[in-house]
């Protein structure tokens, strides 16, 4: 587990009820991607999938799931990201946000 750590940077992870496999979460697919490559994973065999929709919110997203074996555990191995970029909010009203907070 601790290679798992040192090669990514899972925002979750947890053992599943059958006690061979693992769910681990990442905050980008490119995170996802990179730990495949590090760990050796990315290879022609590698069950991957990618699919875009929208979420109840309405907000859209782009997911990566990839279940590769490791070591002897499944992992169930997954991303979100979501693809709407709202405008950042400009300086000053940034500003005024963080002293609203600290008031």
Same mark, same amino acid.
């Given at each position: 587990?601790?290679?798992?750590?040192?090669?990514?940077?899972?925002?979750?992870?947890?053992?599943?009820?059958?006690?061979?496999? $693992?769910?681990?979460?990442?905050? /980008?697919?490119?995170? $996802?991607? /990179?730990? &495949?490559? &590090?760990?050796?994973?990315?290879? /022609?065999? &590698? $069950?991957?999938?990618?699919?875009?929709?929208?979420? *109840?919110?309405?907000?859209?997203?782009?997911?990566?799931? *990839?279940?590769?074996?490791?070591?002897?555990?499944?992992?169930?191995?997954?991303?979100?990201?979501?693809?709407?970029? *709202?405008?950042?909010?400009?300086? /000053?009203?940034?500003?005024?946000?963080?002293?609203?907070?600290? *008031?």
């Amino acid at each position: 587990m601790a290679e798992l750590i040192l090669l990514a940077n899972p925002t979750t992870i947890y053992t599943r009820g059958d006690g061979v496999s $693992l769910s681990v979460e990442f905050d /980008s697919i490119a995170e $996802l991607r /990179s730990w &495949l490559h &590090l760990a050796g994973l990315n290879t /022609s065999d &590698l $069950l991957i999938g990618e699919h875009i929709g929208t979420r *109840a919110d309405g907000r859209p997203y782009r997911a990566l799931n *990839a279940y590769p074996t490791w070591h002897g555990w499944e992992f169930y191995a997954h991303a979100t990201e979501y693809t709407d970029t *709202a405008p950042q909010l400009d300086p /000053s009203t940034t500003d005024q946000l963080a002293a609203l907070a600290v *008031a």
